[in-house]
């Protein structure tokens, strides 16, 4: 699964300081974020992480959108390489804006009930994942997975760093918590065992038979006012504890939060061209 249900409304509000020309802005203002095409040939982050599932081996891609899914139906109904099914999100009529992740995974469950039965990742439509990271989660042995990031090799700002949530595990990498938007304090007192900061990029294994439930049921999390994926599995961890196993990984993901991002994706796909 592939969240593009967001209202992108960082990259729409916020300003460049580099250079970006009128097409890219108008993209960036109008465009979800996955849709921006972000090199010389038009290609969009989307178009470089569905590259990237197919080489990891998947099969099956479900994007899930908002109610307006035209753009990406009209780019994507027709992949070479997956098989792409589009989900969407709906606004409940009491919001302006979507409900969160976890109310993503499960209006897209809801719709496609096989999911119910079976494993399936789930990731941003903003980030890069790598190949690897991609193949790890398609392929692990445990109920649940995730990407445990090594915080020192994130090419972010550190003030921005500082607000991506902690993952805590115990010596045998299962995960005990997802400590959101932590103090330093928490952050020093939940290095893994080899003393690494872990963090989330939001990108999971999730088993669907045991994880459905707590996606339905999931609280809004009475500061943010969203029902999200962290949320789901710290409730989740309280009934089924050491069913998610983590994968540290050392390695960057760029992603695209605002204007200046694009800029930042184009210098590294032309310095990472394999990606």
Same mark, same amino acid.
């Given at each position: 699964?592939?969240?593009?249900?967001?209202? !992108?409304?960082?990259?729409?509000?916020?300003?460049?300081?580099?250079?970006?020309?009128?097409?890219?802005?108008?993209?960036?203002?109008?465009?979800?974020k996955g849709l921006i095409?972000?090199? %010389? @040939?038009?290609?969009?982050?989307?178009?470089?992480?569905?590259?990237?599932?197919?080489?990891?081996?998947?099969?099956?891609?479900?994007?899930?959108?908002?109610?307006?899914?035209?753009? *990406?139906?009209?780019?994507?109904?027709?992949?070479?390489?997956?098989?792409?099914?589009?989900?969407?999100?709906?606004?409940?009529?009491?919001?302006?804006?979507?409900?969160?992740?976890?109310?993503?995974?499960?209006?897209?469950?809801?719709?496609?009930?096989?999911?119910?039965?079976?494993?399936?990742?789930?990731?941003?439509?903003?980030?890069?994942? @790598?190949?690897?990271?991609?193949?790890?989660?398609?392929?692990?042995? @445990?109920?649940?997975?995730?990407?445990?990031? %090594?915080?020192?090799?994130?090419?972010?700002?550190?003030?921005?760093?500082?607000?991506?949530?902690?993952?805590?595990?115990?010596?045998?990498?299962?995960?005990?918590?997802?400590?959101?938007?932590?103090?330093?304090?928490?952050?020093?007192?939940?290095? %893994?065992?080899?003393?690494?900061?872990?963090?989330s990029m939001n990108i999971?294994? *999730? %088993?669907?038979?045991?994880?459905? @439930?707590?996606?339905k049921n999931c609280p809004?999390?009475?500061?943010?006012?969203?029902?999200?994926?962290?949320?789901?599995? !710290?409730?989740?961890?309280?009934?089924?504890?050491?069913?998610?196993?983590?994968?540290?990984?050392?390695?960057?993901?760029?992603?695209?939060?605002?204007?200046?991002?694009?800029?930042?994706?184009?210098?590294?796909?032309?310095?990472?061209?394999?990606?």
């Amino acid at each position: 699964m592939i969240l593009a249900g967001g209202a !992108s409304s960082r990259m729409k509000n916020s300003k460049t300081e580099g250079e970006l020309d009128a097409n890219q802005i108008e993209q960036a203002n109008q465009r979800s974020k996955g849709l921006i095409e972000i090199d %010389d @040939s038009g290609r969009s982050l989307l178009d470089y992480l569905l590259q990237n599932a197919h080489i990891a081996g998947y099969k099956t891609v479900y994007i899930i959108t908002g109610k307006d899914s035209s753009l *990406f139906r009209a780019r994507y109904k027709n992949h070479d390489e997956l098989e792409i099914k589009f989900a969407t999100q709906y606004i409940p009529k009491d919001r302006v804006k979507p409900l969160g992740t976890a109310d993503a995974v499960f209006q897209t469950l809801e719709q496609y009930p096989e999911l119910k039965e079976n494993q399936f990742s789930v990731c941003n439509s903003d980030n890069l994942y @790598s190949v690897n990271a991609l193949e790890v989660l398609l392929n692990i042995k @445990s109920k649940h997975g995730c990407i445990a990031y %090594d915080r020192a090799h994130l090419e972010f700002p550190i003030d921005r760093i500082s607000k991506f949530a902690v993952m805590q595990f115990d010596n045998d990498y299962n995960l005990i918590d997802i400590i959101e938007k932590p103090n330093p304090d928490k952050v020093e007192n939940n290095k %893994d065992i080899n003393g690494k900061v872990r963090v989330s990029m939001n990108i999971f294994a *999730f %088993d669907g038979a045991m994880s459905f @439930s707590f996606f339905k049921n999931c609280p809004i999390h009475p500061e943010r006012n969203e029902k999200e994926i962290p949320t789901v599995i !710290s409730n989740m961890l309280k009934t089924h504890p050491k069913s998610m196993l983590g994968i540290p990984l050392a390695e960057h993901v760029p992603d695209l939060t605002s204007k200046n991002d694009i800029i930042k994706m184009r210098a590294y796909l032309k310095n990472n061209p394999s990606s």
